[in-house]
């Protein structure tokens, strides 16, 4: 099972809580976040890009780096991990983000990858005047379809004609290519999403909610199997999840029960009130789940407990069917790498041999 961290490039990381680890964001937190990934053996790592965070108490989300800038920060002073930088399509286009891609790939000599984020919090565009309407709920896969595909054209050859909707190339160039196969990362979760992951990314990160019950990722896994039936594809599921972890079961659930005191309602509800803009929303979709998730602090799926067994729930993880592999975050990020790193990860029947290597 390969696992990544997904780093905190946003402030507080991933729980909108105002009694969880409070932190800012900062290239030397997010490199040393990433130093122990690689320390300990994780494939990748990967950092998303947000524009305008939910506010509330908490100043949830307010506080992000750049997504690119940072990750060629990383690649200088990493030698082994994958890299993941995030693109919000709406705000550069796919022939300079294929260059700036490029120029990472030669910086880490190979090591990275471009998440493709089509878009759902109009605000964040909006307040750069860049909202196209809301006419873009309705065709924002087709947009990242031919975004990526000018991008593929570009990396493959170093030329474009490429003539969609929404982009039209004219005898457009870029060189050097990079030196491998740069891999592209989506995170759709309607049918819609999956079908684009499946056609045009190489993994698809996948959400499922609640507390140790791995069961409920079975029914994403089988959606993302069944894009890739239909379109002949082999685009590889990543879980997206929290762990929570100490030396008891005890000791780890009041640290959530005390996070969940904490939750932010206000960043929650300006969350949910941009969620709702998309009318037509699939239940499962990234924004569905927004607005029915239960009020608190995340709604990814959280393993919490000690380490033996948050270890145990992994080994369940690796042995679903199409599941490739984790991108991990954790309540404390630096707490909780060393945690995974030194007390869960060798005792985890699934990494054995990596751990070792590592």
Known sequence: MKIGVFLPIGNNGWLISSTSPQYKPSFDLNKEVTLKAEKFGFEFALSMIKLRGFGGPSEYWDYNMESFTLMAGLAAVTTKIKLFASVAVLTVPPALIARMASTIDSISHGRFGVNIVSGWQKAEYEQMGIWPGEEHFAHRYEICSEYVQVMKDLWATGHSDFKGDFYKMTDCRMAPTPS??????????????????????????????????????????????AANTAAGASCEAMLLMMIIADETDEAAMKKWEHYVEGTDLEALGWRDSQAAADVKAEAHSTVGRMVTSDRVPTNMLRLIGSYETVAKHMDELAAIPGLSGVMLTFDDFLIGMEQFGTRIQPLMKCRQPQHQAA
Not at 210 to 223: F, L, Q, W, Y
């Open 180 to 225: 491998t196969k740069i891999d592209v990362i989506s995170a759709g979760q309607s049918n819609r999403g999956m079908r684009f992951a499946a056609e045009y990314a190489d993994y698809n990160f996948i959400s499922a909610g609640g507390i140790n019950d791995v069961s409920k990722v079975t029914a994403h896994t089988e959606r993302l199997i």
